[in-house]
């Protein structure tokens, strides 16, 4: 049975209910007004609202040696999207407004055909159209309602579409009870039907195995439980420890039943949780009765006290143009039709008749009635009162207050939110028990390869590869990539503003950042700057502010993204010391060009000198000749002529002289020659670097042997 308070709050904060039956009966019969200025939505709305714009930050955990981190991130992603595959933020809103109105709200879980044309199934979130009349187990204690033996979530459908999905059952209901449980199951146009959620006991056979993952071979095929066994009996027989139990489990069923037939029969549900998901308002349990409320329940008196004394002022109101005129019968006797008609009509003026009794005084318009300053008072107290029950106050409701900056006007509001904080930790909750249950239901759903689509913290949508064969390993069992079928794993949910929210705060918490730290800090934080930015190329410049930023900064982008980092670049100091030391490579080879100029100009001369001394030699040897020739010719017979035997013994001195000349010449020569030889030394010079070495090395400088005389070589 439903609580009757939680049906009242949802009608009372619908303005059904907001007036005694009774009352507003009397009222009308009385031409009274009878008013209702409801406050209640603003005050639902504002915490609603609030729900709305958070989300939820889905983040997984492996708990076992069979789970994986980067499977971890590819569940949360598929979280994310199934969310947003089934437009989540709807279906949260829908039952949060139930929650906060009367203190229960509920969404479920289920899966469905990706497509008309495909087997692969997908997951989805889904409504509840009446999640007031949704019943669990009341020995249940959990909040997320996680350890509830049964629940019943009542559908509603035309007889007509009854008729036509059960034609051989009879849509019949309780009326012959009077019990208000079994009231409504059938009308003329609509027929009540429940879906039926139970657990039932099963065994389930588990297996421990050495690297501390479990295998669970329920439900397995006959074939593969028993090679698993026989696999697991070799080990053992080899002394591994290895454990087999049995263990006793639940297995959930779904059923579909009328008010006295099961339409639809049990069938096994592939999860472990029951996928109705409550979402919870205030509940206090006190002794065996729970009462559960949403901000109505405590807010009724208040709403009535408003509605009265707005009923009550606006009736004072509204009878002051009736105010009577007061005079004598002899005032009006002769003009009684005009006067009749002053309240109606808008005359220039008012004739009477003057009376001698009252002193010859004119008719004049009683009072008129005055608002009374109690009902004005009552009307502000009954909306203080409204605020206190609630717990939020005119700074959460956007009033204005002595706070003018923004920091100051969020912190009131925080602080005003306080109050109503338990419906939104309620929600969270919920959410996260929403995610506990998906994240059971994906190794049943996803069980095969396939591509899919995930959404990151950011909402990006990209496509990933799961429950991929990764080759052949050694054992010949191919690994799985992004296995989503095997592993434990935990989830955390924390609640939290919106991405673009967190967008703008990120934005402006930079922007002072480096506004205090400079450029140095834009440095090695100006790609993430840009990268929060919404205008238009804003991606562009993220990639050449992480070009041009520091090479750490580059080698942690590289990391994260699996990249290979950049090879390490020298650091500024490393960079003078190189460009120094080729500016000394560079003067050192300069200086060696210049001495090899200078050689190669000696080289020239030395050629030049022994030219010249060659010719020497030759008019040496050519005047030595003649001298020879002149000797032999004087040791020859005195011919008859004497001239001719003067002339050889003239060019004999003659030829004795040039010859002393030419051999100092030639000694001179020598001299110089040697002076050349000196003079080709190289000076002492610094250790050239080691690329100049070889080419010093390779350039020699000519001996002193290539200038010598022919006849000093040989000494």
Request: with cysteine; hydrophobic share 35%; charged share 25%.
């Amino acid at each position: 049975q439903v609580p009757s308070p939680v049906v009242y709050s949802f009608k009372f904060a619908e303005e059904e209910a907001q007036w005694d039956a009774d009352v507003r009966k009397k009222r009308e019969a009385d031409g009274r007004p009878c008013l209702t200025i409801n406050r209640l939505p603003q005050f639902i709305r504002q915490i609603t609202g609030k729900m709305r714009q958070l989300r939820p930050a889905i983040k997984c955990v492996p708990v076992d040696s069979r789970g994986d981190p980067e499977t971890a991130e590819t569940l949360a992603g598929m979280f994310r999207y199934i969310e947003n595959r089934s437009r989540a933020q709807i279906v949260y809103g829908k039952a949060a407004d139930s929650q906060v109105t009367c203190g229960i709200g509920a969404w479920r879980v289920t899966t469905e055909y990706s497509d008309e044309q495909t087997f692969n199934q997908e997951i989805r979130i889904d409504t509840i159209d009446d999640p007031v009349m949704t019943l669990f187990d009341p020995d249940a204690s959990r909040p997320s309602k996680s350890d509830a033996m049964f629940c019943f979530v009542p559908v509603d459908m035309s007889r007509r579409k009854f008729e036509e999905e059960f034609p051989d059952k009879s849509p019949i209901g309780y009326e012959m009870r009077a019990h208000s449980a079994w009231e409504g199951w059938v009308s003329e146009d609509y027929v009540r039907v429940c879906e039926y959620w139970y657990k039932e006991p099963t065994k389930r056979q588990l297996v421990l195995m050495p690297d501390g993952s479990v295998d669970d071979l329920t439900g397995q095929p006959e074939d593969v439980v028993a090679e698993k066994l026989a696999e697991v009996a070799a080990l053992q027989g080899q002394g591994v420890e290895i454990r087999v139990e049995k263990r006793d489990s639940l297995k959930v069923m779904r059923c579909l039943v009328s008010a006295q037939d099961i339409l639809e029969k049990p069938v096994e549900w592939k999860g472990r949780y029951i996928p109705i998901i409550p979402v919870v308002g205030e509940e206090i349990r006190i002794g065996r009765k729970v009462v559960r409320r949403g901000i109505v329940r405590l807010a009724k008196d208040p709403q009535r006290m408003y509605n009265y004394f707005s009923s009550a002022e606006t009736e004072i109101v509204a009878l002051q143009p009736k105010a009577p005129f007061i005079g004598t019968e002899k005032n009006f006797e002769e003009y009684e039709d005009v006067w009749q008609s002053a309240n109606t009509e808008n005359l220039p003026y008012l004739t009477y008749t003057p009376d001698p009794l009252n002193g010859g005084v004119r008719p004049d318009r009683s009072q008129p009635p005055v608002s009374s300053q109690g009902l004005t008072e009552g009307a502000a107290r009954s909306v203080e009162d409204m605020k206190a029950v609630i717990g939020i106050y005119d700074a959460s409701l956007g009033a204005r207050s002595n706070e003018t900056s923004g920091k100051a006007i969020e912190a009131r509001q925080q602080e005003g939110d306080t109050g109503s904080f338990v419906y939104v930790a309620n929600f969270g909750e919920a959410i996260s028990h929403t995610a506990t249950v998906i994240m059971d239901l994906i190794p049943h759903v996803y069980d095969n390869a396939r591509t899919i689509r995930i959404v990151g913290d950011d909402g990006e949508v990209k496509p990933t590869k799961i429950n991929q064969p990764q080759g052949i390993a050694e054992d010949g069992v191919s690994p799985i990539g992004n296995d989503v079928t095997v592993g434990a794993y935990d989830v955390v949910v924390k609640m939290g503003p919106a991405y673009d929210t967190l967008r703008s705060e990120a934005r402006e918490g930079m922007t002072a950042m480096i506004q205090a730290g400079g450029p140095e800090l834009f440095a090695i934080t100006g790609d993430l700057m840009a990268k929060m930015q919404d205008w238009p190329n804003a991606e562009e410049l993220t990639e050449r502010l992480e070009a041009i930023a520091p090479p750490a900064i580059k080698a942690l982008i590289a990391k994260k993204r699996g990249e290979p980092p950049e090879p390490p670049q020298p650091s500024p100091e490393q960079q003078a010391q190189a460009m120094q030391m080729q500016v000394e490579q560079g003067k050192a080879q300069l200086e060696m060009r210049k001495l090899d100029l200078e050689e190669v100009k000696l080289q020239l001369e030395g050629e030049k000198l022994q030219v010249e001394r060659m010719k020497i030699e030759a008019d040496v040897e050519k005047a030595r000749m003649g001298a020879e020739t002149a000797a032999i010719t004087a040791m020859a017979p005195a011919q008859p002529t004497p001239q001719p035997a003067q002339q050889p013994a003239q060019d004999d001195g003659g030829t004795s002289q040039q010859i002393d000349v030419l051999a100092q010449a030639v000694a001179q020569l020598q001299d110089v020659v040697g002076q050349i030889v000196q003079a080709l030394q190289p000076p002492q010079q610094p250790e050239p670097p080691p690329e100049m070495a070889g080419m010093m090395m390779d350039q020699q400088p000519p001996s002193e042997a290539a200038f010598l005389m022919p006849e000093q070589g040989m000494v």
